[in-house]
């Protein structure tokens, strides 16, 4: 009797699952072929009902959402995490993860209220704070940032991505010395933060060290995963600033090549 039980509630989760995706692939068809529906409505029951179905499954719906994330494949992650929150509004790990996924998706406006929703319910994460520093400093709150980051350090003194972090903010508000210092420290901790090192490649660069930021560059461009057009683009100004015009040319044309506009102007200056 107790195997029969637990065999039709195996069954149930699995008949709300196949009726939630049927409706979800003919919601739109449905919107289409009845012009009478209303569209918000329609989409507001289908969403109502997949909540229901996270409440009911809640784990199936997380190792999906998990899934999703650690392949990279952050649309889906987002949309069973989405279903978790609706179905599970105070619970801070649902909320946190959404908003990591939601920072790798670079959605960081998405990222810091729902890591702000997380902190209000756990405060204790010192993780989020850090999480969330990564956002503001990538939205222009640089100030906020650093508050995460040195709330997160009290905790967790050797972190090399906090000081980078700071490091990046400081650099922003134009404070080159204290963003040279964390940088140092960042890299003291981690040689190969490369985060760091573009972070401290664009200090000497303003302080016009241009064969030390030089030598930065070419650390990142090593890596293919950090290669950009604006990278190419920088580097060719500090092979420029240190005379090295052949090498300056081959990263002008990269740099365009990547779609760098400006590219274009010291190319036909300089390269012709």
Not at 87 to 92: E, T
Not at 143 to 160: C, H, M, P, R, V
Not at 227 to 234: A, D, E, I, P, T
């Amino acid at each position: 009797m107790i195997y029969h039980n637990q065999f039709i509630h195996r069954n149930v989760f699995v008949c709300f699952f196949i009726l939630s995706t049927y409706l979800h692939a003919q919601s739109m068809k449905d919107l289409v072929v009845d012009s009478s529906v209303d569209a918000k409505a329609h989409r507001e029951k289908v969403i109502d009902f997949k909540t229901n179905v996270a409440k009911l499954n809640a784990k199936l719906v997380y190792e999906n959402a998990q899934k999703s994330l650690n392949s990279k494949n952050y649309i889906d992650a987002l949309h069973n995490y989405d279903l978790l929150v609706r179905a599970n509004p105070q619970n801070p790990t649902y909320l946190y993860e959404k908003g990591v996924c939601n920072l790798l998706y670079q959605n960081y406006n998405g990222a810091i209220a729902d890591l702000n929703s997380s902190i209000a319910l756990n405060p204790s994460n010192t993780t989020a704070y850090i999480k969330r520093a990564k956002a503001k400093s990538m939205v222009g709150d640089y100030n906020g940032a650093i508050q995460d980051t040195k709330k997160y350090l009290e905790t967790q003194k050797n972190s090399s991505e906090s000081y980078s972090i700071i490091a990046y903010s400081q650099l922003k508000l134009g404070n080159l010395d204290e963003a040279y210092s964390n940088a140092e420290k960042s890299l003291s901790l981690n040689p190969n933060n490369l985060d760091a090192i573009e972070t401290r490649a664009y200090i000497y660069f303003k302080q016009k060290n241009y064969a030390k930021a030089l030598e930065d560059f070419n650390k990142m461009l090593t890596d293919i995963s950090r290669q950009s057009g604006v990278l190419y683009f920088n580097r060719a100004m500090a092979n420029f600033n240190t005379q090295k015009f052949e090498n300056a040319c081959s990263d002008w044309k990269k740099a365009k090549e990547l779609g760098v506009p400006n590219a274009e102007k010291y190319i036909v200056k300089y390269c012709n």
